[in-house]
């Protein structure tokens, strides 16, 4: 039998991406195609008086400029970013789109959108969440004009918790969420030591290479067809023909080459693009530029943490309390449940409660990045651990191991863990080198933390047929974006008994592929890899009846050697796939086509975690910080391929790194960007990542294909914690809003002496 799984294969797309030869969304170029370039907002909070497009359209090849009253003449704009084409009544934050100019080449759209006169009455802006939560706060979109409003309101009614309807909390609140469990005053009560504290984490941008772009191509029938750059292609055409009231039939996305997302690439140009390629009757490209980007895409949230904990001296954790306040930019959509279930959930508390807020400001709308909500949980709850155990004067990671939870806890929302592997890469951390080995050094500090993901669930689909040349062909729907069409081929050899090369992967459009979710939140090995491997047993088994009438033997007697099916004992008496695939392919044949579905729905997430060792030091005089060394000890259920797990371990880690010291989104009080550019916003370089060490545990999940999990998102979440508590190992403080830059840490420095 041919074994493939647990061996280290390179990714099928590495090479032609290190050629060159990958073809991206900007790389098309299709007869009669049009370039659109937008018109934004230079205020964060204005009424539209007037918008002038007259010198714009009698610019030599324009064909033409829109503006939010053309494509959505009546009704209330919407409340959701991808659906918000253009700005109509007024802008809610800098750098929002206000009208789009279409002309024959990108140079003259980008000189006709500068000629587009926009009259505007500036409004007051709310960029603190704290503010903007007042009764008094400018409102930055009436509750009362939104469709969407009911359904916020029955997410604010949680199990277990006090129903928190958000039509009687202040305007710019939009979601609540509570969790409760036990008494945490009794809780504190029995407590031998009770620590507050509270943390902020900011938006931070997901720094892909290539920005968003998408080209619309109108159909005779009424339809458009849209090439993009995105995560999810089923996603993005269903609120793509909602947005456009076409049936959904009637909008084809075709995937193309995703340059990095990390969750910011889901939709968001495509339904803008498609309108207006659909009012011209011709294909239209739209790309945004790199000040754009940070203008107008969905960075990560910014997040408050008020928490309040306690601890007996035996180790218990007695209580936690925690007020979580969610930025969510102009547009509802924060994580704030799941960062609840995380905060709550990582650890056995006796009593719980938990509430969370989701608030607008007038900064862009946010979404999803890597794990999304959990890193900034986790930087807030670690902290808070490892102050209560040195309070309590215990090892940190001993107090970790006492309370973490195992499978069967409960979770805050009262649903029980799944198997997890929470403790055993505790289990990991606490023999490894790099924490047994710790000494006292002068500004040198060693800190630990884990984090982990819930896993994601969504049902999806699969087909294998077999080819001509006796090799097989995987039809999928889902965006490989880390490797994952490898591992999903790697699962048809194993099933099928064949060589990896002789398994070929095809994504399709939408209007052809079997349905899968989108690529993120750790789920498309987990989902799609089980629909694989249905299909590939049912092909087998198609292969296996077939060559069983050839052969004249029962299938059971059957076994796949060398591309051949054979006679178990009797190498001579075989037929190879080929000839199967020749009888069952040709005029007057008398076998059907080989060819495997599989699908998928799992219901039951199985949760990863990771535990992370960093090892600093610390610059007294500067405030400078080195990351020395750096240990991922991550639970990945079974390494499907090894080498793809450690990728997307060293890939989290070094964006963790980026929240921890050096990524932060900023605006001014009246909501102008900082730094809206890779010459101001600070991502970390490759010369500063440290060695990254990775260990995998294996903890098979009983559900996923051969027992793996989802392996994406955990890496990046414990990552600034666990810088953040060997800052305070070295230094003696902790520091508590990110990124802990060298003015923060000499801040620090000052006030502990003054202290």
């Known amino acids: 039998m041919t074994t493939v799984l647990g061996k280290p294969l390179k990714r099928r797309d590495a090479e032609p991406k290190l050629r060159g030869d990958a073809r991206y969304t900007d790389d098309l170029h299709l007869p009669g195609l049009l370039h659109a370039r937008l018109v934004t907002s230079p205020y964060a909070h204005a009424r539209i008086v007037r918008i002038d497009c007259d010198a714009a359209r009698r610019t030599p090849g324009v064909v033409a400029v829109f503006t939010g ?69 400018p409102v930055i979109r009436p509750k009362e004009l939104e469709g969407e409003w009911a359904e916020a309101g029955m997410h604010a009614t949680v199990s277990g918790g006090e129903e928190l309807d958000v039509r009687r909390l202040p305007a710019n609140v939009t979601n609540a969420v509570r969790f409760q469990r036990g008494d945490v005053m009794q809780g504190f009560a029995s407590a031998d030591v009770v620590i507050e504290r509270t943390y902020r984490t900011p938006f931070v941008h997901q720094a892909y290479l290539e920005p968003h772009a998408s080209v619309a191509v109108p159909r ?94 035996d180790g218990t954790l007695t209580a936690l309390r925690a007020r979580v306040i969610f930025d969510s930019g102009a547009y509802p959509g924060a994580p704030v449940t799941i960062a609840l279930l995380l905060l709550g959930g990582t650890y056995r508390w006796e009593h719980l409660d938990l509430l969370g807020y989701e608030v607008l400001t007038n900064k862009p709308g946010t979404g999803a990045y890597r794990a999304p909500g959990v890193p ?28 973490a939870a195992r499978t069967g806890d409960l979770q805050p929302n009262g649903v029980p863990w799944p198997p997890i592997g929470l403790v055993d890469v505790l289990e990991r951390a606490r023999q490894h080198p790099l924490w047994r080995s710790r000494q006292r050094r002068p500004n040198e ?65 939408t209007d052809g592929a079997p349905y899968a979710g989108m690529s993120g939140g750790s789920k498309i090995t987990y989902t799609v890899g089980l629909a694989v491997q249905a299909a590939a047993e049912d092909a087998k088994r198609q292969l296996l009846e077939i060559a069983a009438n050839e052969l004249e033997a029962a299938p059971e007697d059957l076994e796949l050697v060398d591309g051949a099916i054979r006679v178990r004992g009797m190498p001579d008496r075989q037929i190879t796939l080929s000839e199967i695939a020749h009888r069952s392919m040709v005029f007057g044949g008398k076998y059907a086509p ?98 990254i060490a990775v260990e995998l545990v294996e903890v098979p999940s009983p559900i996923g294909p051969f027992g793996a999990k989802g392996v994406g998102e955990p890496p990046v979440v414990p990552t600034a914690a666990a810088i953040a508590n060997a800052i305070a190992d070295a230094i003696g403080v902790h520091l508590s809003e990110l990124p802990i830059t060298p003015e923060r840490v000499l801040a620090a420095l000052r006030d502990k002496a003054v202290s």
């Open 69 to 137: 009253h053309d494509l959505l003449p009546e009704g209330p704009e919407p409340a959701e970013r991808a659906r918000h084409l253009l700005a109509r009544d007024k802008v809610i934050y800098a750098g929002q789109p206000v009208a789009i100019v279409v002309a024959e080449s990108p140079y003259v759209a980008a000189d006709a959108a500068a000629l587009v006169e926009v009259e505007y009455d500036e409004l007051p802006a709310v960029v603190d969440p704290l503010a903007a939560m007042t009764p008094e706060a």
């Open 220 to 313: 005779p029938d009424g339809g458009v067809t849209i090439y993009t750059t995105t995560q999810g292609q089923f996603y993005c055409r269903n609120v793509t023909a909602t947005t456009l009231g076409l049936p959904h039939e009637m909008v084809t996305i075709v995937p193309m080459e995703v340059g990095g997302g990390f969750g910011g690439k889901t939709v968001l140009l495509e339904p803008l693009v498609a309108a207006v390629a659909l009012r011209l009757g011709r294909p239209v490209k739209l790309v945004l530029t790199r000040t754009e980007e940070f203008l107008l895409a969905t960075p990560a949230p910014a997040a408050i943490f008020e928490l309040r904990a306690g601890a007996r001296r």
């Open 376 to 403: 900034q949980a986790t930087f807030a709850l670690e902290q808070l651990i490892d102050e209560l155990a040195r309070a309590i004067g215990q090892d940190p990671l001993e107090l970790r191991l006492r309370n």
């Open 445 to 509: 500090g060693w800190g630990i933390a884990v984090g982990g993901w819930p896993g994601g669930i969504e049902p999806c689909a699969a087909n294998i047929r077999l080819n001509h040349d006796g090799t097989f062909t995987v039809t999928l729907g889902a965006i490989d974006i880390t490797g994952t069409h490898t591992v999903l081929a790697m699962i048809a050899a194993e099933v099928l008994e064949q060589p990896v090369e002789r398994i070929r992967v095809k994504l399709l459009p």
């Open 594 to 691: 080989v060819y495997g579905t599989g699908r998928s729905v799992v219901r039951q997430q199985s949760p990863g975690f990771n535990a992370q060792i960093a090892h600093v030091a610390v610059d007294p005089d500067t405030g400078e910080v080195e990351v020395l060394d750096l240990v991922a000890i991550q639970d990945v259920g079974r390494a499907l391929n090894p080498a793809l797990v450690e990728e997307q371990v060293h890939g989290g880690v070094g964006q963790g790194i980026g929240w921890a010291l050096h990524e932060a989104m900023r605006w001014s009080e009246n909501g102008q960007p900082l730094n809206p550019s890779f010459l101001d916003y600070d991502l970390p370089k490759a010369s500063q990542l440290p060695p």
